[in-house]
């Protein structure tokens, strides 16, 4: 199986990218929010959703913490969601 790493941008928080990619980094390129994965860039695609709350937001239970970026003076938390919405 060959790997690479892909960039995947999380400005509208749904992402397809390969099975069973595994997540690197998460960080701010040229403003945008993004994500970088090993993935094999052939296997089948899948749809995975992801979150980003600021500190002292409201987490809910089946949300899997990716990382943490910073944007200037703001320090934002990427989650991937897993069947579960945010409370209002």
Not at 65 to 86: A, P, S
Request: aromatic share 12%; glycine share 8%.
């Amino acid at each position: 199986m060959k790997r690479s790493i892909y960039k995947y941008s999380l400005a509208d928080g749904v992402v397809s990218m390969p099975k069973n990619a595994r997540i690197l980094k998460v960080g701010m390129q040229d403003g945008i929010p993004c994500l970088w994965a090993t993935v094999d860039p052939n296997a089948e695609r899948e749809t995975r959703e992801f979150s980003i709350l600021g500190t002292g937001c409201i987490i809910p239970n089946r949300w899997k913490y990716i990382g943490t970026m910073f944007d200037r003076q703001h320090v934002w938390h990427v989650f991937e969601n897993f069947g579960q919405l945010m409370e209002d």
